[in-house]
């Protein structure tokens, strides 16, 4: 209990520390919700939403930042992942508007905790495709959904 006490204020001052660099709408991104899905190897994966408004369990309405995190679900605590295109950790993508393609993001995922509802509470620090930094921590509320990997 104290080891993840002291990783939650490590990350939060590393958090406060670096501070926050966000461009256009990204600084919107208050809702945050995950779910199950697959990793390319059809392993089980875990993907987590943020969004500028409340997000739907079968998609996010732009501008949203989603990423997905190669392992599952209860294998996520005490985590930090390496999010990339060459990542073998994990995958992430920014959605500013229905008219524009995606954008990769580069950065890290830590996860701090799972709780008995399954809701996902971390950080994320990564830098978007334009150069802007997006750096927030998140409580993402658990959405199964039907999911068969391999």
């Known amino acids: 209990m104290a080891t993840l006490m002291l990783r ?7 958090l406060c520390a670096c501070g926050t660099s966000l461009t ?3 600084a919107e991104l208050q809702f945050a919700t995950a779910t199950n899905s697959c990793a390319p190897t059809d392993a089980p994966a875990v993907s987590i ?4 408004r409340p997000i739907s369990v079968t998609q996010a309405d732009p501008p949203f930042l989603a990423v997905s995190l190669w392992t599952g679900l209860g294998e996520l605590a005490g985590r930090t992942f390496r ?7 994990g995958f992430g993508e920014y959605h500013a508007t229905r008219d524009t393609r995606a954008g990769p993001v580069t950065g890290t995922v830590v996860v701090n905790g799972v709780a008995r509802d399954s809701s ?5 620090d990564v830098r978007l495709s334009d150069g802007s930094r997006f750096v927030r921590r998140f409580t993402a509320a658990w959405s199964p959904t039907r999911t068969r990997c391999g």
Not at 49 to 52: D, F, G, V
Request: net charge negative.
């Open 24 to 26: 256009g709408t990204a």
């Open 120 to 124: 996902i509470a971390g950080a994320i």
């Open 8 to 14: 939650q204020v490590f990350c939060l001052l590393t």
């Open 49 to 52: 939403t943020l969004s500028a």
């Open 83 to 89: 999010i990339s295109t060459d990542s073998s950790d």
